[in-house]
């Protein structure tokens, strides 16, 4: 079941962000967050969890691409899913919801930054129609190692096609 996340997953969602963290191929942080911290940057709207047996397995969010007004529209996917259950289709089927919910929150472009060794996710976004922008090369460093990026997006059929 897919449903909007609450407060009360905090716990379950910060679990499965480290265990993200700890791969190494997921994000450039390094520490997770406080709750605090997490639920300031991401968006009020279209923060989901899937959930399994009463179970959190993975959640999807969104955080704003800029504060100017003329990119309010445009936003960066975060998909997460616990690694016992990978492979289970469930980041497909979280961005898949999140995608009309972006949609209905008015949300036109949705990007990723994803490392190119996460196979997984370069899948994920090429399945559901998300393109290929480019490379990012040494855009930051990982413990003191270089890392590229490559960045896909979706622009929306919907919202901000006038």
Do not use: C
């Amino acid at each position: 079941m897919i449903r909007e996340l609450t407060a009360n997953d905090a716990s379950a969602i910060l679990n499965i962000y480290r265990l993200g963290l700890e791969t190494r191929n997921a994000t450039f942080e390094t520490r997770v967050p406080t709750w605090e911290e997490w639920n300031k940057k991401f968006h009020r709207h279209s923060r989901l969890v899937f959930t399994e047996e009463n179970t959190i397995k993975g959640w999807a969010g969104l955080t704003p691409f800029s504060t100017r007004e003329v990119y309010k529209g445009v936003a960066e996917v975060s998909i997460y899913v616990h690694p016992s259950f990978h492979g289970e289709g469930i980041a497909t089927r979280l961005l898949k919801a999140l995608i009309p919910s972006s949609e209905e929150h008015n949300t036109w472009t949705l990007f990723s930054s994803v490392f190119p060794e996460n196979n997984a996710t370069i899948k994920l976004h090429e399945n559901l129609g998300f393109k290929l922008l480019g490379r990012r090369e040494k855009i930051a460093k990982l413990e003191g190692v270089w890392r590229d990026t490559l960045i896909f997006e979706r622009r929306s059929q919907r919202v901000g096609i006038d």
